[in-house]
């Protein structure tokens, strides 16, 4: 058997800053990650699949400066994100929160940063196994640290089995690993494989690579879209986010099994046709954008090729997104759930690097100084703003049609009129009664998840 101080599950952003953040300092820290191919990418690794850049803020929570990335990983400078409903729209052009990013935020080249998050956790001294699928998981809660038998044992696909003190769960949304981990340590009417089945706490994203016309391109060039109340679902919603040398990301997210029978109103949603029996497909869905946006002066096919060597096959991907609240660890087991696998990423805002990276980095400190019991405590403390924040908003617009969407955006330009960003949400008074409608409804709903209350599924559950 393999001994090492820590182990991590999954190589996303999440777990290469919990194994970076451990080996720096001077734990044995060692990263699991199955792997997968990718076009965009020489060697296995990570799914690396996620729509979003990084706002200005985020940079901190992050902790990384796009300064230190390397060559490659940094894609387009942003001045704005641009919301757009059936008829309204609202630009945002600050969030209004101080940062030591001097710009709207920047996008990136996601594989790219993945194997520079690898490369920066194997400098400090991580070990990093590609090929490596953990099939089990057995925690021995009476082990102490340190002792001649490990709390955590992992059992790896060929028969390799792995000792830690600590265990980092950074398997991303689908949590494949981490349910049955939490299963263990959960009353059986109350299970993790139930209550954050990805089925249920998910949603599905898709995205293409295309190479816009360079008029286009640079329309859209500095500035991240989307586009509300085209499609049906809670947070469903297409986007546009450029990177270099005219190529964009054209995708959406959409819930997992939704049935067009049970959609309310269907006629006014723009991306929804007559005759569709079914949810469009994603790759469906991309084209009726495009063609709605730009059919009328270009042939999107032809003028907007995919670009077949991005992504992760033939210009394409699809993944899962989380679409839940965030749950918190068995912290006292020597057990940290970070990332994608914890809840803190997030359809609402479109992915979470920032916290993923953050939460990881907290969990690798931690485990390095032997002792994790502060973890929930810690990420509460570091991300806990950020949380409640997306939400509320995505709990407040839970049950938004087409027309609810028009009626925020152009409340949405009165209020950002008088305030930067999201402190239009702390005003006093607001422009007319629409806006203070909104600033009622936001605070309402974020004072229902007061006192942590954003977490649905928190320590004390766990028998120990």
């Not at 029996?277 to 090729?305: A, N």
Request: aromatic residues 10%; negative net charge; hydrophobic residues 35%.
């Amino acid at each position: 058997m393999e001994r090492v101080d820590v182990a991590v599950v999954g190589g996303g952003p999440a777990g290469s800053a919990a194994a970076h953040a451990a080996a720096s300092r001077d734990a044995d820290a060692l990263v699991l990650e199955k792997g997968v191919p990718r076009a965009d990418r020489d060697r296995l690794g990570p799914d690396s699949t996620d729509a979003a850049g990084i706002l200005d803020y985020w940079v901190d929570i992050m902790g990384i400066h796009p300064d230190d990335f390397p060559e490659g990983v940094f894609q387009q400078r942003l001045d704005r994100a641009e919301f757009v409903g059936p008829t309204e729209s609202c630009t945002l052009r600050s969030t209004g929160i101080d940062s030591s990013y001097d710009s709207f935020g920047f996008t990136m080249h996601r594989a790219r940063f993945d194997d520079f998050m690898r490369d920066r956790a194997e400098q400090a001294g991580a070990g990093y196994r590609t090929g490596a699928s953990v099939k089990d998981v057995e925690t021995a809660l009476d082990a102490g640290v340190g002792g001649d038998q490990p709390r955590h044992l992992l059992k790896v696909g060929g028969g390799d089995e792995i000792g830690a003190d600590f265990l980092v769960l950074a398997d991303g949304p689908q949590r494949t690993v981490t349910n049955r981990v939490l299963d263990g340590l959960l009353p059986d009417d109350q299970a993790a494989s139930d209550r954050l089945a990805s089925t249920k706490n998910n949603h599905i994203a898709y995205q293409e690579y295309r190479r816009f016309p360079e008029e286009v391109y640079e329309e859209v060039s500095g500035g991240i879209t989307f586009w509300w109340g085209v499609m049906p679902g809670h947070t469903a919603y297409p986007w546009v986010f450029p990177n270099a040398d005219r190529v964009c990301r054209v995708g959406l997210t959409m819930p997992i099994g939704m049935d067009l029978d049970d959609v309310d109103d269907r006629e006014a949603y723009a991306l929804i046709r007559e005759d569709d029996d079914r949810i469009p497909s994603g790759k469906e869905y991309v084209r009726r954008l495009l063609e709605r946006e730009y059919g009328d002066e270009y042939d999107v096919e032809e003028d907007f090729p995919v670009v077949e060597d991005a992504g992760k096959s033939k210009g394409t991907e699809t993944y899962p997104i989380s679409s839940t609240r965030p749950i918190e660890s068995p912290a006292r087991a020597g057990i940290a759930v970070a990332g994608g696998a914890m809840g803190a990423t997030s359809a609402f805002h479109e992915g979470g690097d920032h916290v993923a990276v953050r939460t990881g980095a907290i969990a690798g400190e931690l485990a390095a100084r032997g002792d994790m019991t502060d973890y929930n405590d810690r990420w509460h403390d570091a991300i806990g703003d950020e949380v409640l924040r997306n939400v509320t908003m995505a709990k407040m617009c839970r049950n938004y049609g087409p027309s609810d969407w028009d009626s925020a955006f152009r409340t949405g330009r009165k209020m950002l009129a008088d305030a930067d960003g999201y402190e239009m949400f702390d005003q006093r008074f607001a422009a007319g009664f629409g806006a203070a409608k909104l600033l009622l409804q936001y605070r309402w709903h974020k004072w229902g998840f007061r006192n942590r209350g954003y977490v649905q599924l928190t320590e004390d559950e766990y028998v120990y």
